[in-house]
């Protein structure tokens, strides 16, 4: 989960507030979830249950009714029921989101796959964002394995000033480098 406070808007991506099935949380959230008010988007980068929880979204909803949330292809289908009265926006590899704003926010490929239960593998588009406003570039790549994408967005945004780059579950490397990378990369 990150907070980021940009062209003064201010955006969560991937909230995770509580626990969520099958992982421990070793740290309790950083603040009390009621603090967490006037948020103008929230981001869910992909559908996979540590990225995209129903409580917290629901909650963010609840504190937030006019907070848009943007996220990949089909995962309205999965939203439309936690964020009712909400804007959601879906985009594809590659494009912007329609904000008239002073932000500019854009989803992009990570090497990864999204699944929320059995049957229904690739079924929502995963991804990765960048936002960019006057002030800033921030990248925010997801749950994503190495390859050229990284090459791919650091030539369409050369100007990137802060990279948010997950490491994480990604031993057996010669099982798990394809959707995770490791320190080393």
Same mark, same amino acid.
């Given at each position: 989960s990150f907070f980021i406070r940009v062209g003064g808007r201010k955006v969560l991506i991937d909230p995770i507030m509580g626990s969520v099935p099958l #992982? #421990?949380?070793y740290t309790e959230f950083p603040i009390a979830t009621d603090k967490l008010v006037d948020i103008d988007y929230v981001l869910v980068s992909h559908a996979h249950y540590d990225h995209c929880d129903k409580a917290s979204l629901v909650t963010l909803h609840r504190q937030n009714p006019n907070a848009k949330f943007l996220t990949g292809l089909n995962m309205?289908? +999965? +939203?439309?029921? *936690?964020?009712k009265t909400s804007e959601i926006q879906e985009a594809g590899w590659y494009q912007e989101y329609n904000l008239d704003d002073s932000l500019q926010?854009? /989803? +992009?490929p990570s090497r990864h796959w999204s699944n929320r239960r059995i049957g229904d593998e690739n079924a929502y588009l995963w991804g990765a964002f960048v936002l960019k406003s006057g002030e800033r570039t921030i990248y925010f790549g997801g749950d994503s394995g190495y390859g050229s994408h990284f090459r791919e967005i650091g030539e369409l945004f050369p100007n990137i000033d802060v990279a948010l780059i997950g490491v994480g579950a990604y031993a057996p490397r *010669? /099982?798990?480098s394809p959707n995770h990378q490791d320190p080393e990369h």
């Open positions: #992982k #421990k949380r309205s289908t +999965l +939203l439309k029921d *936690w964020v926010i854009y /989803f +992009l *010669w /099982f798990m």
